[in-house]
């Protein structure tokens, strides 16, 4: 079954003065979002942005609201896992500028049974570069929800994800820019 990639853009961005991040110009020039969009697109993977953006809407690219509003990336990801359907979903934050076509196509091919793979670094998940099963992971996220449960991180305990395997340079690559610091220190 085809995958589809959100690209995660639904936040405030208070930490970097209210910019929509995805906006931000990479060390390659182009915007965040239309470097996720090129690298997935060379991939086969179709792209949606996931969260509320009228900044992106020049982007011409389909975006999915959060389902809930108000409960941070997991109404996102719920969003996301609805619009996947039956196929793979991957999850990406918008602000991770240096992840490269391998990562995800490693993210993509990972032989694994379980309802999600995602790195793992220093004993926590990387929940917005994730692959995930929409049908055992969907109705995990929407019972958080209802339960006041919002951290991805325990979605991705629960739901026993299993740990992409990181190559000597994928720390670097899953760097991201949570402030007008981490853009001018890359």
Do not use: N
Request: include cysteine; hydrophobic fraction near 45%; proline fraction near 9%.
């Amino acid at each position: 079954m085809r995958a589809i990639a959100g690209v995660f853009v639904g936040g405030s961005g208070t930490r970097m003065g209210g910019l929509a991040k995805g906006l931000l110009r990479g060390p390659d020039g182009a915007t965040l979002v239309e470097r996720w969009r090129a690298t997935l697109e060379e991939l086969g993977v179709p792209v949606v942005l996931v969260g509320q953006g009228e900044a992106y809407a020049t982007l011409r690219l389909p975006m999915v609201e959060d389902e809930p509003p108000g409960v941070g990336p997991l109404g996102g990801l719920v969003a996301l896992l609805r619009h996947a359907g039956a196929g793979p979903a991957l999850a990406f934050a918008c602000d991770m500028p240096f992840v490269s076509r391998a990562l995800v196509a490693r993210l993509l091919a990972a032989p694994s049974e379980a309802p999600i793979v995602a790195p793992r670094r220093d004993a926590r998940w990387e929940p917005l570069c994730a692959r995930y099963d929409p049908a055992r992971v969907l109705p995990l996220a929407r019972a958080r929800i209802a339960s006041g449960h919002h951290s991805l991180q325990g979605l991705l305990d629960e739901a026993g994800a299993a740990a992409l395997p990181l190559l000597p340079d994928d720390d670097a690559e899953l760097r991201d820019w949570d402030s007008p610091a981490d853009v001018t220190a890359s």
